[in-house]
């Protein structure tokens, strides 16, 4: 009945074989491998058998009342698509840590993360009520606050994990609560059920938590800067992170949401948010150094675009640039992997230099590279020309933003590409070794993903596997691609221009002013440091006055101890006294008897 | 019909005699098999009610005292079974390896089987006299708990604790005597009180009910009456803060929710109750910031918790119910795990403060990564018990409350938020960490284990006690 669920059960599988072999690292890494391809066999085999589309399975978790909170999954094509994309990351994935983590400790720990991790974006992805997506949202959360701070004893990457946690955290209540106002509102979970549901305040209420919940977990603007500070986990970690899991599942909530933000009306605030988010995330990689952090500002940059292509009302487009940015934003993080490992885990682009003598690892680089730019026929401009042409169509200053938005980061990622190459290569003999040592698993790793860059196109055609329920689904018209590719040419060009041939430290330095205002995520930090000051002095405050409260019930019972001495001193035994008491006692009650 | 209850009375003071008999070296295995063979009692009382069908169930002895009649009445309920089964894992952990320190063994086994007794007799008694003699019971063997076994400044906080623990109870024995006297068959029966209260007029009972609301309050603790809670759970020994927040507030709590369901005048007080309740759960995780004792910290997570729940009572709708007890449940078994944690960190390095404590997770892993666990216990994340618990008690106090009931979630948010940052000052490290003159034994880590695997039992499995709680 639950079949899809199955085909999470290897990487479930994987995860305990790591909990009790977690002395046998080289079992453990073999086994999630295995693991992770048997899953794929699985969710290929799904695909294949499964006849009627949208099929919705479940069963009761458990009942109260009214309301059931049910265990549901879809595989309808939107929940295959993505189910499809991360049991194909996985195993490449995994495959290049058993490369990358060789030298590393603590292997059955990274695996047994790793695959609880590519487990709960399988069953997010699968998920069909808000229960069952909750579930896997926060296991996403909790096991990329675990992987980012992996290598907890270095300096940076505890302080990484803690800043994505807390952002998650933020998304993860806010979420809860829009889950909740459904709940409470309409007595299910159900997404089906949503969807044929009549629309109500509570329910607006809800898909704007909702939203931001996804803003948190797609590391959107404002709450974006998570994201660059999670490079600090393994690289692996990244390249999943960033290509299939993890920040895709806001954009694709939101997408499996999107008929209920179109009647609920949100669209402009998608767009607005999607196209500042994209605009920062360009900015900040043109001025950012660290060789994984031009990538992960990229990625602000894609789910950017991504936001924006659903604000304007184009899930078709959404899901295009969603599909083709796995692939080679994957292949890239692979590639900066590979690149830092042979320059001594040095994350600078100034002082790393490039493989251009090894071509195995370079070519797929530059097929990275240049998808992402957009140049046709690899598959990035499929992505960018349909959220482009949607734009045209539709809102000329989204558009405009977004042909800039092109340029920018075709220039980003060519300085990414040339400024390591920049640097004569003759001293380094060592880096020219380590290049060569760079084990083989991670190197095949980028070269399937590359051919995946490339091939990725022929996917687009076949309709039945990109059938999103949707009219609009009119192919790409050729000038659009043509446009994007060229505008990626024009960026390929300046960049050559300004940082191959050796300017780049003028461009750095010329522009002072230009360069902070480009290098914005040092304001949004600050913001945030004077949030948490501000929550800092409240907490003084009321400490202080709980401790103020502590005092006032000491001072409440020496009140009663005066009280007691005070009286002490009647009783004091002297006879006189107590006569005199008592005949002014008699007196007063003969009084009252009297009257 | 199996006398569940008389067996766990009988067996629980067989257990704090004999343990009294025997020798310091065997007194904690022999109180640690008593509790144990309570938690039997319990678990085969929950399959026998699972058979059944309902966890409504009376037993009634011979007359305790004729005139006026209290009967040796005792029930279970859905919501006193989920607390005696808290209570009782939860003793039983502390039996076995709360003792971090392994000092004055025998005291303190003794001490913690009273309590055990006092908390299953207070969950399962059937009237308000019973109830109030377990109180008592169970407070006076916590005030020793205190004042004999923990840090330096331990006999300030344990009177501190007891001045305002009879105080509750004055409250309490009034409330009692006001409902005993006010109701047509001067009754202290609670099932007769919930049947009947309606018939006393609204003034006496918003008299009763304020003085019971009182009691709860103090216990429970809410702000402002809350004092006492970090200065007892600082100065007590890991047993002590184990059976304190695991347990010990769960008698307001509970009571709490007997109050509601005794007084009809409650619906009145909803409102104004839920405010005072948000209010003291977002005060608390504000102090919290400031504390820098671990312990410390986990105390006032206490009063975090302990205020949404009596948001979920204050709601008195079948989620806010089920959500309160099942949040007392998942909440009792956290903080128990999370004090253990606390205290085996204390007592391996010497060191409670989060600025001196670095990198403990080099030389504590299991302690560490339990610590993270519970963490993540207290934040709700699914799969664990208190997801649940949040579920359906934000989903009763929106009911309620509307959008208003979802506020409180931000007190839990900055909770988690400033535990996280505990976690990355003291648990992992940057270049520098505390070494650990100390290590702790096999016990410690058997009760982790027990309690994260309940944690998880509860939240993965929570029809098995949520199926009964469809009719209450």
């Known amino acids: 009945m639950m079949f899809a669920l199955i085909a999470i059960l290897p990487l479930i599988i994987a995860a305990f074989l790591a909990l009790l072999f977690r002395n046998n690292g080289s079992l453990v890494k073999y086994a999630a491998f295995a693991a992770s391809v048997a899953s794929l066999m699985l969710i290929i085999y799904l695909y294949l058998s499964i006849s009627g589309w949208s099929s919705l399975q479940g069963f009761q978790w458990f009942s109260l009342g009214s309301i059931s909170f049910n265990i549901s999954i879809a595989t309808a094509p939107i929940n295959m698509f993505l189910l499809l994309l991360v049991g194909i990351m996985t195993p490449l994935i995994f495959l290049y840590s058993i490369g990358f983590m060789d030298t590393q400790s603590q292997q059955a720990r990274f695996y047994f993360e790793m695959s609880i991790f590519a487990a709960a974006m399988m069953l997010f992805a699968i998920s069909a009520s808000l229960i069952t997506m909750f579930i896997a949202w926060e296991m996403l959360g909790i096991t990329s606050y675990l992987l980012i701070g992996f290598w907890y004893w270095k300096e940076k990457p505890p302080a990484a994990a803690r800043k994505a946690i807390t952002t998650i955290l933020i998304g993860d209540m806010l979420m809860l609560a829009g889950i909740l106002f459904i709940g409470v509102t309409y007595g299910t979970f159900e997404f089906s059920a949503l969807f044929s549901a009549a629309p109500t305040p509570a329910l607006d209420a809800a898909l704007l938590l909702i939203l931001l919940a996804a803003f948190t977990k797609s590391a959107q603007f404002p709450f974006h800067e998570w994201l660059p500070d999670a490079m600090e986990g393994p690289t692996p970690v990244s390249a999943f992170l960033h290509s299939s899991t993890m920040v895709k599942a806001g954009v694709f909530l939101i997408a499996v949401l999107f008929p209920l933000y179109v009647s609920a009306g949100l669209l402009p605030v998608i767009l607005i948010f999607g196209l500042i988010s994209a605009i920062l995330g360009v900015s900040n990689a043109l001025a950012e150094r660290h060789i994984k952090k031009i990538l992960a500002y990229s990625t602000i940059e894609d789910l950017g675009l991504m936001f924006v292509a659903l604000g304007l009302g184009s899930l078709l487009g959404a899901m295009l640039l969603f599909f083709v940015q796995t692939f080679y934003k994957g292949l890239l993080f692979m590639g900066a992997g590979s690149l830092m490992r042979a320059n001594d885990e040095r994350e600078d682009i100034f002082t790393n230099y490039s493989s251009a003598t090894n071509k195995l690892i370079f070519i797929p680089i530059v097929i990275g590279a240049l998808s992402m730019a957009g140049v046709f026929p690899l598959s990035g401009v499929f992505g960018k020309s349909a959220i482009a042409g949607v734009a045209e169509d539709t809102n000329v200053l989204a558009y405009a933003v977004i042909v800039l938005l092109g340029l920018g980061s075709s220039i980003y990622i060519f300085r990414w590409l040339f400024i390591p190459m920049s640097k004569p290569f003759k001293n380094e003999k060592q880096v020219e070794v380590n290049y ?53 040419l024009v960026g390929l060009a300046i960049a050559y221009r300004v940082y191959r041939q050796g300017h780049q430290l003028h461009v750095a330095s010329a522009n002072r002013p230009l360069y902070i205002a480009f290098y914005n995520s040092i304001i949004v930090n600050g ?29 409440a019972s020496s009140a009663m101890l005066s009280v007691g001495s005070a009286l002490r001193k009647i009783v004091n035994g002297q006879t006189n006294v107590y006569v005199a008491a008592f005949v002014i006692g008699i007196v007063l009650l003969l009084a009252l008897f009297i009257w | 019909m199996v006398p569940f209850i008389g067996i766990l009375l009988a067996l629980l003071s067989f257990g704090v005699v004999a343990t009294m008999f025997s020798s310091e070296k065997t007194s904690k295995t022999l109180a640690s098999v008593f509790s144990l063979l309570a938690l039997v009692v319990v678990v085969a009382a929950f399959f026998y009610m699972a058979q059944t069908g309902s966890m409504n169930y009376t037993e009634n002895y011979s007359y305790y005292i004729m005139q006026p009649s209290i009967s040796l009445g005792f029930q279970f309920s859905p919501i006193s079974f989920v607390l005696v089964l808290m209570a009782s894992i939860v003793s039983f952990v502390t039996l076995l390896s709360g003792n971090v320190e392994n000092e004055s063994r025998k005291i303190s086994s003794i001490l913690i089987l009273l309590f055990e007794l006092a908390a299953i007799g207070l969950f399962t008694s059937g009237n308000l006299f019973l109830l109030f003699i377990f109180w008592d019971v169970g407070v006076i063997s916590l005030f020793f708990m205190i004042y004999i076994l923990g840090s330096s400044n331990r006999r300030r906080a344990a009177v501190k604790f007891l001045i305002y623990e009879l105080f509750a109870s004055l409250a309490l024995l009034f409330a009692i005597m006001l409902v005993y006297f006010y109701t047509p068959l001067h009754s202290f029966d609670i099932q007769y009180i919930i049947a009947n209260a309606g018939l006393i007029s609204l003034p006496v009972q918003a008299l009763i009910f304020s003085s019971f609301f009182i009691a709860f309050l103090i216990n429970m603790p809410v702000f402002p009456v809350h004092l006492w809670l970090p200065d007892a759970h600082t100065e007590a020994s890991t047993q002590g803060s184990m059976l304190l927040s695991g347990i010990l507030t769960k008698f307001g709590g509970y009571g709490m929710i007997l109050t509601f369901f005794m007084m009809p005048i409650a619906a009145h007080f909803e409102v104004p109750i839920a405010i005072l309740a948000g209010f003291s759960a977002i005060y608390a995780v504000f102090v919290l910031m400031t504390q820098h004792d671990i312990k410390r910290i986990i105390a006032y997570s206490t009063i975090v918790e302990m205020g949404i729940i009596l948001v979920a009572i204050a709601s ?4 806010g119910i089920s959500g309160a007890a099942y949040g007392m449940l998942a909440h009792g078994l956290t903080i128990a795990m999370l004090f253990l944690a606390a205290g085996s960190i204390g007592h391996m390095f010497a060191e409670r403060d989060i600025r001196n404590l670095r990198g403990v ?11 993270l666990a519970g963490v993540f216990a207290t934040t709700g994340v699914p799969l664990t018990a208190a997801f649940i618990a949040d579920v359906l008690i934000f989903i009763g106090a929106i009911k309620t409350f509307s959008i208003y009931g979802a506020i409180p979630l931000a007190a839990l948010l900055l909770l988690g938020a400033f535990l996280y940052y505990v976690v990355n000052k003291s648990i992992l490290s940057t270049s520098e960490y505390s070494s650990n003159p100390r290590f702790i034994g096999r016990s410690q880590k058997a009760g982790y284990a027990i309690l994260l695997s309940s944690i998880f039992i509860f939240g993965v499995l929570p029809f098995l006690l949520l199926n009964f709680f469809s009719n209450i």
């Open chain 2, 316 to 319: 008195f709708n079948q989620f």
């Open chain 1, 527 to 555: 913001f945030y440091m004077y949030l948490t000051k501000a929550v800092a002095i409240a907490a003084d405050g009321l400490g202080y006055f709980d401790l103020k409260l502590d005092k006032l019930t000491y001072s």
């Open chain 1, 436 to 488: 060569r040592t760079i084990p083989k698993t991670m190197i095949a790793a980028a070269i399937i993903l590359a051919i995946l860059v490339i091939a990725a196109p022929i996917f687009n055609t076949y309709p039945s596997l990109l059938t999103l329920e949707l009219s609009s689904g009119s192919p790409i018209p050729i000038s659009e691609m043509a446009e994007v590719s060229v505008i990626a």
């Open chain 2, 361 to 371: 997770v080099r030389n504590a892993l299991s302690t560490s990564y339990t610590f």
